[in-house]
T-cell receptor
Framework: EAQLLESGGDLVQPGGSLRLSCAAS????????MSWVRQAPGKGLEWVSG????????WYADSVKGRFTISRDNIKNTLYLQMNNLGAEDTAVYYC???????????WGQGTLAIVSS | EIVMTQSPATLSVSPGERATLSCRAS??????LAWYQHKPGQAPRLLVH???TRATGIPARFSGSGSGTEFTLSISDLQSEDFAVYYC??????????FGQGTRLEIK
């Protein structure tokens, strides 16, 4: 059974940084593109970033471009999201998801909560 | 950016009845549309992709239809576990991947 387990969420001050991780198991991680999707409190789902199976191509939402960096380690079966210069608008539960054919998201993690507040 | 608009925002339906949720795209997305179910504190769950193809393990009472700009998710014989928030998502033209704002399906 496919499993994704996010970690790294925390309370951080405005302007600070966080690094989220997503450990994958139960499926061939290196065969899948992967994405981060977030949900701010009381809001809907927002796609944040995606990465090709081999890390050769990456994509970002305009709201995070230049501040967030997505990466992956196919040996460790782990997806990462480095988040810099965080603002209150980045407060959200962050989900990692497998991105089948760079189309829809079939496996999802339970999410990790990042809170940006002073 | 393709804007996805879902209606209604909240839908109240009795168990055993049928719910019909709508999703409209600001421009054609062909059949490149997925539906998700999301319950509080849980991971979102893929229900439908390709506008009408049920994902693995999804009961037949979930049915997706539409193409172009107008899409529908129908849920027949509503069960207690079906009450949740539902999102549509387009993957025809990205980045960005875009989701609708969600429809909350509640018990009447």
């Amino acid at each position: 059974e496919a499993q994704l387990l996010e970690s790294g969420g925390d309370l951080v001050q405005p302007g600070g940084s966080l690094r989220l991780s997503c450990a994958a198991s139960g499926f061939t991680f290196s065969n899948y593109a992967m994405s981060w999707v977030r949900q701010a409190p009381g809001k809907g789902l927002e796609w944040v970033s995606g990465i090709y199976w081999n890390g050769g191509s990456v994509w970002y939402a305009d709201s995070v471009k230049g501040r967030f960096t997505i990466s992956r380690d196919n040996i460790k079966n782990t997806l990462y999201l480095q988040m810099n210069n965080l603002g209150a608008e980045d407060t959200a539960v962050y989900y990692c998801a497998s991105w089948t054919g760079r189309n829809y998201f079939d496996y999802w993690g339970q999410g990790t909560l990042a809170i940006v507040s002073s | 950016e393709i804007v996805m608009t879902q209606s209604p925002a909240t839908l109240s339906v009795s168990p055993g009845e049928r719910a019909t949720l709508s999703c409209r795209a600001s421009q054609s997305v062909s059949s490149n549309l997925a539906w998700y179910q999301h319950k509080p504190g849980q991971a979102p769950r893929l229900l439908v992709h390709g506008a009408s193809t049920r994902a693995t393990g999804i009961p037949a009472r979930f049915s997706g239809s539409g193409s172009g700009t107008e899409f529908t998710l129908s849920i027949s014989d509503l069960q207690s576990e079906d009450f949740a928030v539902y999102y549509c998502q387009q993957y025809n033209n990205w980045p960005p991947i875009t989701f609708g704002q969600g429809t909350r399906l509640e018990i009447k």
